[in-house]
C-alpha cells in the first residue's frame, strides 16, 4: 500500500499575510506590497529580519548588507524625515513602522544594488571618512 500523505507547512503563507497586512498598515499599494514580498524572498537575512520585526515590534539587528544593519537604514530615514520636516526631533506624525518598512525595503535594495552603498554613504556623511569607500 502506498502513503500518500501530504504534509502542509502553512509557515510561509502565515508570513506572507503578516507581511501584506504589514504593508497595509504602511500604506503601501498592493503592487508595491507584491513586489517587497518577493525582493524579502530573494533576500533571506532581510526575511527574517521582517519576520521578527512584526513578531516582536522591535528589530533583531543581525543583518549587515554592505556594512548596513537595519537599524542604520532606519535612523537613516528618520533624519531625512526630520530634515524634510525641518524638525530636529522625531514628531508624532512620523509614523515609525512606516520607517521600519522602507528601511527593510532599503536593505533589499543594498543586496541587490551595491552602488546603493555610495547614496547611502554621501547622505550619512560616511564618504568623508577613510577607508568607508570599501
Known sequence: M??????YDGSKVEAYHKVMNYCLYTCREEEWADGFWMRLLGCPEVYREVL???????????????????IDIFIWYMKKYNLHRDKGRS???????????????????LKREPE?????????????????DK
Do not use: N
Not at 514628531?91 to 535594495?109: G, N, V
Open 2 to 7: 502506498e502513503d500518500r500523505t501530504v504534509y
Open 91 to 109: 514628531s508624532s506624525e512620523c509614523d515609525k513602522e512606516i520607517m521600519s518598512i522602507l528601511a527593510f525595503d532599503a536593505l533589499t535594495r
Open 52 to 70: 521578527y520585526y512584526l513578531e516582536h515590534h522591535e528589530f533583531l539587528d543581525e543583518c549587515q548588507i554592505e556594512g548596513f544593519s537595519p
Open 116 to 132: 546603493f552603498k555610495q547614496e547611502l554613504m554621501r547622505e550619512l556623511g560616511m564618504d568623508r571618512w577613510p577607508g568607508m
